[in-house]
C-alpha cells in the first residue's frame, strides 16, 4: 500500500474504499491481484482492509471481529446517514466481544427510507423507531442498551447472559436502561430469552467463561455462588480473591480460561499453588473448571458434590468480604 493510501486508511479507521484506491493510483486490476494474494480482503461491496501479520495470527473469532469492525464503519459510511450500526455490530464498536455472537454480516436500523439486506449486510426496519443514537469510534451507533437487547434476541441463553454480563461490566448499559429497552421489544420473537438474561446478568462476572460457568451451576442445581469475594485468614490477611464461592458448603470455584497462565512462568504457577493451599488450610475445598468441562455438566457436577462432602466434614477458618 503506497503511503496516499495509507493515510487515507488510517484516517478512515483502517479500511479504504474501490474510490480510495484509484484515487491513489491503484487501478481495479490491481485491487484484484491483491485480493487474490491474500495481501487485501474485500470487507463489503466496495471497502477493503489490508490485515498485517499481526491480524493473521489471531484467533479466527478475533480475527472476524477485526473485520467486521472496519466493515460496519464500511458500511456506515456508504449508506451516509441513513442508517445506524445496530445489533451486535454496535456491540463490537462498544468493545463488548462474545465469540458465539453472528459476524457473517453487518447490522445496521435504517433511520430513513428502505433498505435491502444481502450476504454482508442486514438492514434492519426501525421497528421501534430509533429516538437515539451515539457516536462510537467515528460512527453512529445505537443506544449501548438497545444493542444488548437487539443483539440478544437472537442469541441462545448462555451466549446471551455473557453478553450481557460483559456489557455491564464495561458500562456500555445500566440494569435499568436495559430494562427499558425490553419493554420496546414486547411481544417480539426472542424477548422472552432476553429478559432472562437481563435478569440474571452480573458484572461481576469477569470472562465469557465465567458467565458460561455460572449459567451452568444454576442448570444444575447448585446454591447461588458468591461472585469474586476476598477470602482472608483468622488476622484478616486477604489470602484469595476468588472466582466463585459457594459459601455455605466451604467450595471455592475457579475457572481457568486461557489467559489466566499464559505466561507459564514457574514463579507464577508457584504462587497459584501457594494461594490454593491456603485456602485448603483454612478448610476450603478448590474445584478448578476449564473449558473442556463445560461440555461434561454431569461430571462438573459430581465433582462439586464431592469437594462439598469434603468441605463439610471439615471446619472453615477465617472469613470472607465482598470484592472491592
Known sequence: MNTKLMLIAAGRGDWFTRADANASGYTDADIH??????RWIRLTRGAYAQPGSEVASMA???RA?????????????????????????ALLLYGVQVSELDLRRVHVTRVSGLGRSGSTVCQHAARPPVVESVEQDGVRVTHGARAVVEAIRATSYPVAVSVVD??????????????????????RPGNNTATRAV????S?????GESRLRVMLADLGLPSPTLQPEIRDEQGALVARVDFLLAECGVVIEFDGAIKYRDGTPDALIAEKVRE?????????VVRVCWPDLARPLDLLARIRRAIG???????????????
Open 33 to 38: 491481484r491483491r485480493m487474490t494474494a491474500g
Open 277 to 285: 493451599d491456603r485456602l485448603r488450610d483454612l478448610g476450603y475445598q
Open 65 to 89: 471481529a477485526w473485520l467486521h469492525r472496519r466493515a460496519a464503519k464500511a458500511v456506515y459510511h456508504r449508506l451516509a446517514g441513513r442508517a445506524v450500526v445496530s445489533h451486535q455490530s
Open 166 to 187: 460483559q456489557a455491564l461490566r464495561r458500562r456500555v448499559a445500566m440494569a435499568e436502561q436495559l430494562t427499558t429497552a425490553l419493554s420496546l421489544f414486547d411481544g
Open 310 to 324: 469434603r468441605a463439610q466434614s471439615g471446619s472453615i477458618a477465617g472469613y470472607v468480604t465482598a470484592a472491592q
Open 204 to 208: 461481576r462476572s469477569e470472562s465469557v
Open 199 to 202: 435478569l440474571f446478568a452480573d
Open 60 to 62: 479466527a473469532w478475533d
